[in-house]
């Protein structure tokens, strides 16, 4: 399958400062990605869709001046989180999509990736 | 609005049982519905994946089926091992949209 991969793995942050996440698609061109937050013990939510050189859409109640998320390749999106306070720790997961069915990959089938742990102190 | 649950929240069996674990969807205009395995602390893996047009897919000791009408797909764990211990999340991809709807995800421990 398809591989993804997320960094940090883990990051512990004090308040207000900024943590930038990173999602990249290791062997194939993600048209598409998505970003989810989990919470302890809780299902991924959607936080937004991210496509390749546009600007990402949110869902609703996630705050896209406090979420920036950009996707200015093929291969990279990145997710920031901008002044981020204790309720900001979570589990954020990103996964990717070839939609176009180009790079040889199920357009059908998003591929995930590890995860990122932020604790915000 | 799509929402996805699942059945039962936990579940603990002793290794070498069969198992099946619930989900169930209220729109049933979907496009297609995985089931996925995530370790804790860890990512998703994907197990099974049914387009709306098939009634099941089967992996190895793994079967899904999906019965699109009536809202509802199960996961079917043949032989259980304690190496199936994890947690299981289906998700939902409706119809005109690319996004998957979560499920609440069902807690497995299998023991030895």
């Known amino acids: 399958g398809a591989v993804v991969s997320q960094h940090p793995s883990r990051v512990i942050c004090k308040s207000g400062t900024s943590v930038k996440i990173e999602c990249r698609s290791l062997d194939f061109q993600a048209t598409t990605m998505f970003w989810y937050r989990q919470f302890p013990k809780k299902s991924l939510m959607l936080m937004a869709t991210?496509?390749?050189?546009?600007?990402?859409?949110?869902e609703q109640g996630v705050e896209k001046d406090k979420f920036l998320i950009n996707h200015a390749s093929l291969t990279l999106s990145t997710l920031t989180v901008t002044s981020a306070h204790p309720e900001d720790s979570s589990f954020y997961i990103c996964?990717?999509?070839?939609?176009?069915?180009?790079?040889?990959?199920?357009?059908?089938?998003?591929?995930f990736g590890p995860g990122t742990r932020l604790t915000v102190l | 609005k799509q929402e996805v649950t699942q059945i039962p929240a936990a579940l603990s069996v002793p290794e070498g049982e069969n198992l099946v674990l619930n989900c169930s969807f209220t729109?049933?205009?979907?496009?297609?519905l995985q089931w996925f395995r995530q370790d804790p602390g860890k990512g998703l893996t994907s197990l099974l994946l049914?387009?709306?047009?098939?009634r099941e897919q089967t992996s190895g000791r793994l079967n899904a089926s999906l019965d699109k009408s009536s809202g509802r797909s199960t996961l079917y764990i043949a032989a259980s091992q304690p190496g199936d211990s994890a947690t299981y999340l289906c998700?939902?991809?409706?119809?005109?949209?690319?996004?998957?709807?979560f499920g609440t995800g069902t807690r497995l421990k299998v023991l030895a």
């Open positions: 049914i387009q709306s047009s098939q």
């Open positions: 729109d049933s205009a979907i496009y297609n």
């Open positions: 991210s496509n390749e050189g546009s600007k990402a859409t949110y």
């Open positions: 996964s990717a999509t070839d939609f176009t069915g180009t790079s040889g990959k199920s357009t059908d089938t998003q591929y």
């Open positions: 998700a939902v991809r409706t119809s005109g949209t690319y996004k998957y709807i």
